[in-house]
């Protein structure tokens, strides 16, 4: 297992494609006709984006010189919970976090539905690029962001907040003495390549299963709030220097927030510690460390009062992934994220390696 190697994130520039069946191209022209006219033309195209995501497919949109996204979510089940997202982003946005200006509708309506009821928004198109990490400029940048928006969060009213709690504890015992049982079955499941890392890693992971388990009455008392759960290098555009915008907003969900913050923190920097070659230089590693620690606490000095704990939380979040990834292989052999097994696996111990750089 080789740590901070190249992964799916070392893709810098989101790619678009034509390549769509003409019956597809010519239901989405038709869809944003007839909700969108104020952005429809006779010269629409429409581009997909060939990213990494599973549960939604996003579009680009062209009319003449004028571009806009459009996204499809596929697996979205409560449509009001969406409605009560594109509000909080919006605020955000008033707040100096930038988040896509999401359209009305011909019915004033943020989201629209097809014939089989898929839920869909228009928003503006932002240019740039995904976070590389290849400058400790970038790094501070966007930890500053980060820290920004926590610090907003902090003062977000109530009635903004989004009620989709993150569930760390769901099924956990059930699914892991369930995998404890199936290991004879590994290979079948997940593959040779993945059963050899799951063998290989699985002290790590019960131990550290354990040490969640044992955080499980404390973490019922904390408060939680709305933060984006999902801040990977592909979630955040960058742009002259700048992030041009936060993406997928459908990742916003209640938790304590330094959960998703550390998690978000392992994930970007790992990234920077790839690209600028830090693995095996403790040097240049601390002081990419240091910087986004520095550049979140600049924004939002609270995260000095988790120091202690950002491994754990960090951690929480990845074992939650990798109890999904779990779940789905044990009750319906659905393997569509076992291609990120690995990557999760990795980040348990990259974790410990990030969090314990940082100077006291």
């Not at 590389?132 to 500053?144: N, R």
């Not at 995998?179 to 550290?208: C, H, Q, T, V, Y």
Request: glycine share 4%.
């Amino acid at each position: 297992m080789i740590l901070f190697s190249e992964d799916i994130f070392n893709t810098k520039i989101p790619t678009f494609t034509t390549v769509l069946e003409k019956a597809d191209i010519d239901f989405l022209k038709d869809l944003i006709k007839k909700n969108y006219p104020q952005i429809f033309g006779e010269s629409l195209l429409v581009f997909q984006n060939q990213g990494n995501e599973v549960n939604a497919s996003n579009f680009r949109i062209q009319v003449d010189t004028h571009e806009y996204s459009l996204k499809k979510f596929k697996n979205l089940k409560d449509e009001k919970l969406l409605r009560k997202i594109i509000n909080l982003t919006a605020w955000l946005t008033e707040k100096n976090n930038p988040f896509p200006f999401v359209f009305e509708n011909l019915q004033g309506e943020t989201i629209t539905f097809d014939q089989e009821r898929y839920v869909y928004c228009v928003s503006e198109f932002k240019h740039g690029r995904y976070f590389s990490g290849e400058s400790l400029d970038e790094c501070d940048t966007v930890a500053k962001a980060i820290g920004r928006m926590a610090k907003t969060i902090n003062s977000c009213p109530q009635s903004l907040y989004t009620d989709n709690f993150v569930k760390h504890y769901n099924s956990y015992t059930e699914i892991f003495q369930e995998m404890e049982e199936s290991r004879d079955k590994w290979p079948l499941l997940f593959g040779e390549e993945l059963a050899f890392l799951l063998k290989s890693n699985w002290k790590l992971i019960i131990d550290i299963y354990s040490e969640v388990l044992n955080f499980e009455s404390t973490y019922a008392s904390l408060e939680k709030k709305p933060f984006h759960i999902d801040l990977h290098p592909h979630n955040i555009l960058i742009q002259d220097k700048s992030i041009s915008c936060f993406l997928d907003i459908d990742s916003f969900c209640m938790d304590y927030i330094f959960i998703p913050i550390s998690f978000g923190f392992q994930k970007l920097v790992r990234q920077s510690i790839c690209s600028m070659g830090a693995a095996k230089d403790p040097t240049k590693f601390k002081t990419i460390v240091n910087c986004f620690y520095e550049g979140i606490r600049s924004e939002f000095p609270n995260i000095q009062n988790e120091f202690a704990n950002l491994n754990l939380y960090s951690n929480m979040e990845i074992l939650r992934r990798i109890n999904g990834i779990f779940g789905l292989n044990l009750k319906s052999q659905n393997r569509k994220w076992n291609h990120v097994l690995n990557i999760q696996v990795k980040g348990l111990t990259e974790s410990k390696l990030i969090f314990d750089n940082i100077s006291k």
